[in-house]
């Protein structure tokens, strides 16, 4: 996972031992990796979450994978090309040491530009050329806008649907901001398309930026657990990358 970093939860352990097996952090952060953001750790709860924080109400895709944090963002989600393509490089060194197969980016540049020069999309081409499978947000801009690393025609991108909340996909929308374009390289984009309309994940901590944002997305569970309910193709990456481990 590249993202804002993974806050210890049970919901990532496998009884009282994480399944977190790193964490590094690249970029202006210091201490201990954590996630003071929120959203790293919402993204990891999708993935690897074991519903034990919820009593199983709420479980991620693949519960019993391992995950490896690689921390690129700050407390406000904000990072440099810079620090992501730093976080990879230490993925392709460590890929065989801790078992690397899939990499989540639940990210996405600002600046518009080809996949043939953004240093984002060739760092990314060089994990899937070994080996590792890559799944990308396609972003939250709409139509017509769709920047690295969605942009690159070798990784999956995923954008979001919006299910209506039923397991029929007969009334399935994809919502206004699930980002998709042929891109000026002539690539069609994304390449698919998974839920990631208010699922709901863990919660970082009560201080979290996010829960600080938007404290009406605060859900709790039965059992009287607090989790969050996040859209975005961030989600829907998410659930790709579980689906795939």
Do not use: C
Request: hydrophobic residues 45%; without cysteine; charged residues 15%.
């Amino acid at each position: 996972m590249v993202d804002s970093g993974i806050a210890p939860n049970s919901d990532l352990n496998s009884g009282t031992s994480s399944r977190i097996l790193a964490a590094v952090q690249f970029g202006a952060v210091s201490g201990t990796p954590d996630d003071q953001f929120g959203h790293g750790t919402h993204v990891a709860g999708i993935i690897a979450g074991n519903g034990t924080k919820s009593a199983g109400q709420y479980i991620g895709v693949a519960p019993s994978a391992k995950l490896v944090d690689v921390k690129v963002t700050n407390d406000f989600g904000n990072g440099s090309t810079a620090d992501v393509v730093a976080g990879l490089q230490w993925i392709y060194n460590n890929r065989i040491l801790y078992n690397i197969r899939i990499v989540n980016l639940s990210l996405n540049s600002t600046i518009p530009e080809s996949y043939h020069e953004s240093a984002l999309d060739a760092a990314l081409e060089v994990l899937w050329f070994n080996g590792v499978t890559v799944v990308v947000s396609a972003g939250n801009d709409g139509g017509s806008k769709l920047n690295a690393p969605a942009n690159d025609p070798f990784v999956i991108s995923v954008g979001a649907i919006d299910d209506r909340g039923t397991d029929s996909t007969a009334d399935d929308l994809l919502p206004v901001f699930s980002a998709y374009a042929v891109t000026a390289d002539g690539v069609v984009k994304p390449d698919i398309v998974a839920p990631g309309n208010k699922i709901v994940s863990l919660l970082a901590s009560d201080d979290s930026t996010l829960k600080k944002l938007f404290p009406t997305k605060i859900v709790t569970a039965a059992i009287g657990a607090k989790m969050m309910a996040m859209t975005g193709t961030s989600m829907a990456s998410a659930v790709v990358a579980g689906s795939i481990a």
